[in-house]
């Protein structure tokens, strides 16, 4: 083992060395005085368009998709949903299911930050600002091996670097919460923004006893969140930019968890979270057309999950996440040949304190977080130094190429040590890919080539957690779960408006992590897979039409150990229909959003039985599941109104200059028809009788918008 880490150590001394040398070549090979630069103009990164040997499996959304989608309130992470095999789980949680996955499944980055949370409440509004948003690009799986370990989809989300005026800002009043963002240019080599977020959601659960069948005491701290964000960029050279971001957001809430969502005493009485985290990353971007790209990152990140409930049950843990990362695109020979290289070195101080519990966990319909040993609750408090070693080569280059078709493929292999279990892996992943026919640009019509077509395939690991070593009876012979993609992707564009995509994938999960309740310990038991097809469908007419189709076919499986049967994974949805429309005209936007979705996996009851605590000899009912099965299915249609009252207006008056003043008013309307979609299914304190619970009924969305 020594061996191994000391070159995987080397290896990425190397590739350090790699990146540092090619901006120190390129400082010499045009090297710029600040007198010599004259006005420098912070331009976005470059897109070169002529690179087929960069096409990657990936779902790339714009700006203008996040701030005129139907049913999402503007809110950009939201807008997901919209891809196939993409969706959230429910009206209220938004944590992203993809391609069969869990949330633990997915790492969220923002600007090269990572993101504590990204959505608060688990769903209310993401923690990130849509205004300032340049794209968001999806990876569901089978991607290569720039992307770090501990996931198997990434969503990366990209703001932009460059304002249209030297200072503008924008003010957002709604029901939910209010947000301010401002940004300007700094002179002609520099930009910012600041943005900043704070709920006011006291009058909307005063109205939600009216609207849905909850208990009027249920809430008794109304759930509250703020975040911020802010963004500085300064134009070193026409070839160096720096940039220093942050990012922050807390969530609090407390309720009251009475028999019908405990059956169990101990576990009734208050519930009430509290989840900070922040973020600051210092990048220097450095960047030759046709040459090379690399970025050089300094980040420290800082989160906290606390909850406590019960009978005097606690949970906390803690880490602050110092990390440098660097990662080098430099052209062998442009643009056939590619080479990629990168490193991570994170160290990761984490603490966890535990009053007899654990975290929420999937699989387990009756739920029970306590840990006990002879009828005690465990304490555990124990602080830890982590350390984590990342480092991975790939390379890209076109294989072949005639007037019938082009041969293209990816080579990468990304190796990760994690200190904790003393594991080392080496996770290989590659793409083949083909288009066939030749380019016809001068084309008018529909025309059958040229076709592309990508073969994926992806080892991906992920580390187990600190709780899961440290909790209950330790653990640390723990091994790192795994699983291997295969990803087949068609992508068509019919003409030059219409184009469709259609993919079909199957993962092999390994060694997953679960709690095993007789061991009181977490280990590696669980497997599964997943495969399923997927397949949108876009159109567009100029800049007046907008219309998306996607459907989606999911099957996804789960075994929890080997002594127990295959079971559908709870938070999978076979089935997924969506359409979306959008259309423009002069002040005025409308847009539609139809979906449609299998229901949601509940354990229905087959009977109940009498149970007798042996240590406090207290009687109570425990239920009998039935094989699971799924409630009707979901389908909600949501309607967007939007109107620009006025449009570049100029005030002056007296010490207040504003050369364009705009205004806007939005009206949604969720869940037009008033369907009663499934939230989930209770019961009542003796298990007798099953009770459903509602989404969203139908629910008006208003917003004022100004923007100068």
Known sequence: MTF????????????????????????????????????????PPIEVTAERIEMKPRHTLSTDVFRYATGS???????????????????????????????????????????????????????VNADVIQNVEVYPGGYGAEFGSNSQAVIDISSRRLAASKFSGKLNLNPVYSQVFSEGNIGTRGYWYLFGRRSYMGPLFELLPHLLEIEDDLVTQVPSFWSYQSKFVYQLSKIHRLEFNTIAADDGAEFRIGPDEASDSDLRGPLKSENPFDSQGIHLYSEKENRFKSVLSLTRSFSRNELIYGEGYYYRDLETVFSLRGDLKYWIKFPKFLLESGFELTNLPSSLTSVGSRPLEEGDWDYDPRIKIDGEKVYTHTTQDLHRFEGYLQATQALFSSRYIDFYGTLGIRGSYFNIIDSFSLQPRGLIGATLGSEQHGDVGVTLFPIDVRFMYGNYVQS????????????????????????????????????????????????????????????????????????????????????????????????????????????????????????????????????????????????????????TNRQVWIPIYGDPKRTVP?????????????????????????????????????????????????????????????????????????EF
Not at 634 to 647: A, E, G, I, V
Not at 686 to 695: G, H, L, R
């Open 4 to 43: 191994f880490i000391f070159r995987s150590l080397k290896h990425l001394l190397i590739l350090l060395l790699l990146i540092t040398a090619s901006n120190a070549f390129c400082q010499n090979d045009e090297s710029i005085d600040d007198d010599d630069v004259g006005d420098i103009v912070v331009l």
């Open 73 to 127: 309130g503007g809110d950009p992470l939201r807008v997901l949903n919209l891809l196939p095999s993409v969706g959230t789980l429910n009206d209220f949680v938004g944590i992203l299911s993809v391609r069969g996955g869990g949330p633990e499944d997915n790492i969220y980055y923002f600007d090269r930050l990572p993101l504590g949370y990204p959505y608060h409440l688990y769903g209310i509004v993401s923690t």
């Open 464 to 615: 187990p957690k600190f709780y899961q070593i440290v909790l209950g009876h330790e653990n640390p012979d723990l091994s790192p779960s795994s699983a291997t993609h295969y990803v087949v992707e068609i992508e068509k564009s019919i003409t030059s408006d219409t184009r469709f995509e259609v993919a079909g994938y199957l993962k092999y999960l390994r060694d997953m992590i679960v709690y095993n309740l007789p061991e009181k310990q977490y280990q590696n038991e669980k497997t599964g897979f997943v495969r399923g097809i997927e397949f949108s469908l876009e159109h567009r007419i100029g800049n007046m039409f907008r219309g998306w189709f996607a459907y989606s076919y999911t099957d996804s499986k789960r075994q929890d150990s080997p002594y127990e049967k295959e079971r559908d994974y709870m938070y999978s949805t076979p089935h997924v229909l969506t359409i979306n429309l959008n259309y423009f005209y002069s002040t005025i936007e409308f847009g539609a959003n139809w979906q449609y979705k299998s229901g949601i996996l509940y354990a229905p009851l087959d009977g109940n039985e009498r149970y007798t605590n042996p240590f």
């Open 634 to 706: 979901y389908h909600r249609l949501d309607l967007r109104f939007h109107w620009s009252f006025f449009n570049d207006i100029t005030i002056d008056w007296l010490f207040l200059e504003i050369d364009k003043l705009n205004g806007g008013f939005t009206i949604e309307l969720w869940n037009v028809y008033n369907r009663t979609n499934s939230l989930q299914v209770r019961y009542n304190s003796d298990f007798t009788k099953e009770v459903p619970i509602a989404q969203l009924p139908i629910v008006p969305f208003l917003a004022f918008t100004i």
